[in-house]
Nanobody
Framework: QVQLVESGGGSAQAGGSLRLSCAAYGYFDSSYCMGWFRQAPGKEREGVAVIDSDGTRTYANSVKGRFTISKDNAKNTLYLQIDSLKPEDTAMYYC?????????????????????WGQGTQVTVSS
């Protein structure tokens, strides 16, 4: 069993920054692919940023240049640095993980590809 716990969400002004964290507990190692997804009210859950076990990263087009995903394997922690916040970034952000998934062709994985999920952390951006 793997448990994921997100933190770092909150309210911020447009143009500001936030850093989200996701701590993994239980049986967990660097073989996991991890990612961030978000879901706004009335919309489908979408992939934001993913990093696989080799360190390859994939970003949604809407966040490229503004979001940075990283991980600290020693701490079993995933991060999402969010800069230049926009109101459309407002959503519940979820951390997800799955073993043995490698990224190819800059393709964003789907939420169904991930087995483990956190409860989410809310990000609200005002103009």
């Amino acid at each position: 069993q793997v448990q994921l716990v997100e933190s770092g969400g909150g309210s911020a002004q447009a143009g500001g920054s936030l850093r989200l964290s996701c701590a993994a507990y239980g049986y967990f190692d660097s073989s996991y692919c991890m990612g961030w997804f978000r879901q706004a009210p009335g919309k489908e859950r979408e992939g934001v940023a993913v990093i696989d076990s080799d360190g390859t990263r994939t970003y949604a087009n809407s966040v490229k240049g503004r979001f940075t995903i990283s991980k600290d394997n020693a701490k079993n922690t995933l991060y999402l640095q969010i800069d230049s916040l926009k109101p459309e970034d407002t959503a519940m952000y979820y951390c997800a993980a799955v073993r043995w998934l490698l990224l190819h062709h800059d393709l964003m994985p789907q939420s169904a590809d991930f087995r483990y999920w956190g409860q989410g952390t809310q990000v609200t951006v005002s103009s």
